[in-house]
């Protein structure tokens, strides 16, 4: 892996799809790591520059919930219609077997595939967050990196992966200009202690971190919190000390519009997963409701099949209309752009001036979001963090070799333990 260099950009001649915004061609000027110009005047030519006036422009697209290591098992569709039954059948027949160079391998084949998709950054919750660390460094691509916190799979001991969370914490948080960030990983309400969950609290308010945790995905999630705490999830969340602006929270299906009200107060933000709620049968979450109550909902992509935010905003929108809730399209997109910004902690999802420089040149001249997200093009150039990851349809922070050979390695691995 190679981390470019950066030089100024300037992209001549671009139409831009921004969030909420009609189309603009125009010019943008790259310094550093943001957007220095833009607009139709004449920018310094001393770095590169890129005639893009047949492209389209959108800012980067973010999967604000992920687990790398699950991404080389993630096309095992199976038959179940419980998290349970997969997590048994699936995640923890393989988590136990994940060595850091497993969990590196997966990271390599995964990124250099978001790279292929114009999937520039991850909140990324798993195991060997070391290794997968070092892959997003060098890969040149966002990060909020946390340790799955939990009492099974690969940890029988939640203390000691919370102690593997705070060193990920000491080596990678705000690390290359704040590309990575990191944050407090406690699995979901069914799989950590609530004394671990008052150590997480403790240590957030402290290092004021973040926390990154699944909530309410499946109804057994709500039930068991009122059975044993005898609150609801998010209540109980709220009197833990959990919530918070830097606190994000997976799925959400089963939340009461009480709770989504205290996630509008303390302003924490959902990650809606709607193809993976799908495939579990979990449910459909109330974003219209979420929206509406001015509650941040950003998406991502677990452990759906297809691992691609263009089939997951589309299925966002078409899940909203199932609920009889629509979204509009420009909403779906938002889920992937500017609402990420909280996420990641940096201005980004926009292509603004000011704003950091994360910005993908589609190989496609669609003038509409909803042409581009059905039509999935290949990205052309992309930008992060002012620096070219993907020139002229090429990944150039990853070598191809290098994926295929880590791709090779980690399928076999689930070749040796699923039999497939
Ligand atoms: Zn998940």
Request: with cysteine; aromatic share 8%.
């Amino acid at each position: 892996m190679n981390l470019p260099k950066r030089e100024p950009i300037l992209l001549e001649n671009v139409l831009i799809l921004n969030p909420g915004e009609p189309p603009r061609r125009t010019n943008i000027y790259v310094e550093e790591d943001y957007i220095a110009g833009l607009g139709s005047e004449s920018y310094p030519k001393h770095g590169i520059v890129i005639d893009a006036s047949k492209y389209t422009v959108t800012p980067g697209l973010y999967a604000s919930h992920t687990h790398l290591g699950l991404y080389p098992v993630s096309k095992i569709i199976g038959e179940w219609i419980h998290l349970d039954e997969w997590a048994e059948k699936i995640a923890w027949k393989w988590e136990p077997h994940l060595s850091p160079e497993d969990s590196k391998n997966a990271a390599i084949m995964a990124v250099y595939d978001y790279l292929s998709k114009g999937i520039v950054g991850v909140a990324d919750m798993h195991f060997n967050m070391d290794a997968v660390a070092e892959v997003i460094y060098h890969s040149g691509i966002r990060g909020n990196l946390s340790v799955a916190i939990m009492n099974r799979s690969f940890y029988n001991d939640e203390w000691k992966a919370l102690k593997d969370n705070l060193e990920l914490v000491s080596k990678w948080h705000n690390r290359d200009n704040k590309r990575i960030i990191t944050s407090l990983g406690p699995c979901s309400i069914r799989l950590v202690s609530r004394e671990l969950l008052d150590e997480v609290a403790r240590i957030k308010n402290e290092k004021s971190l973040g926390v990154h945790m699944h909530i309410a995905e499946v109804y057994d999630d709500e039930k068991y919190c009122t059975d044993n705490y005898g609150a609801s999830l998010v209540e109980f969340l709220y009197q833990r000390g959990i919530l918070g602006e830097k606190t994000i929270l997976a799925h959400g299906v089963w939340l009461s519009s009480k709770e989504i009200e205290l996630l509008s107060i303390f302003k924490s933000t959902i990650i809606h997963n709607p193809i993976t709620n799908m495939l579990l049968g979990s449910g459909i979450a109330k974003i219209r409701e979420m929206i509406d109550r001015n509650v941040n909902v950003a998406i991502g992509l677990d452990v759906s099949p297809t691992q691609n935010l263009f089939d997951e905003i589309f299925t966002a929108l078409l899940a909203s209309r199932l609920r009889r809730t629509p979204i509009s399209v420009v909403e779906a997109y938002k889920l992937a752009t500017i609402n990420s910004s909280k996420v990641f902690n940096v201005k980004i999802g926009i292509v603004r001036e000011g704003f950091k420089a994360d910005i993908i040149v589609w190989d496609t001249r669609s003038k509409r979001i909803e042409d581009l997200i059905l039509e999935k093009p290949r990205p052309y150039y992309i930008i992060v963090d002012g620096r070219i990851l993907v020139n002229e349809g090429e990944i150039v922070s990853i070598d191809r070799k290098e994926y295929l050979k880590a791709k090779t390695r980690i399928m076999s691995r689930v070749g040796e333990i699923f039999g497939i």
